[in-house]
Nanobody, 120 residues
Framework: QVQLVESGGGLVQAGGSLRLSCAAS??????MGWFRQAPGKERRFVAG????????IYADNMKGRFTISRDNAKNTVYLQMHYLEPEDTAVYYC???????????????WGQGTQVTVSS
């Protein structure tokens, strides 16, 4: 059974940092990505990474603040977030797929999400 389990979300003040983790089990994914969904909005791409970490992509407004990485020995992907803003408040989802792309349709498996709330 394939599972993706996110952790690390929580409440943080503006300007603070959080590190999200996503542990995969049941298979290894070539591409893993992070998406987020704010209330009443569509799910949007945040960052993605290939299996060996040789390629990473970020949404424009997150580049420089967020860093995606992965530990293949642990089959885990991370999202380090700095300088968080209230606009970053959302449920963050990790996803696994076979190609590194920025749309939800390109990923086959999804975690249940972890809530990130940034207070002003």
């Amino acid at each position: 059974q394939v599972q993706l389990v996110e952790s690390g979300g929580g409440l943080v003040q503006a300007g603070g940092s959080l590190r999200l983790s996503c542990a995969a089990s049941g298979r290894t994914f070539y591409a893993m990505g992070w998406f987020r969904q704010a209330p009443g909005k569509e799910r949007r791409f945040v960052a993605g990474i290939t299996y060996n970490g040789g390629r990473t992509i970020y949404a424009d407004n997150m580049k420089g603040r967020f860093t995606i990485s992965r530990d293949n020995a642990k089959n885990t992907v991370y999202l380090q977030m700095h300088y968080l803003e209230p606009e970053d408040t959302a449920v963050y989802y990790c996803a696994g797929g076979t190609i590194l792309e920025v749309t939800t349709l390109d990923y086959d498996y999804w975690g249940q999400g972890t809530q990130v709330t940034v207070s002003s």
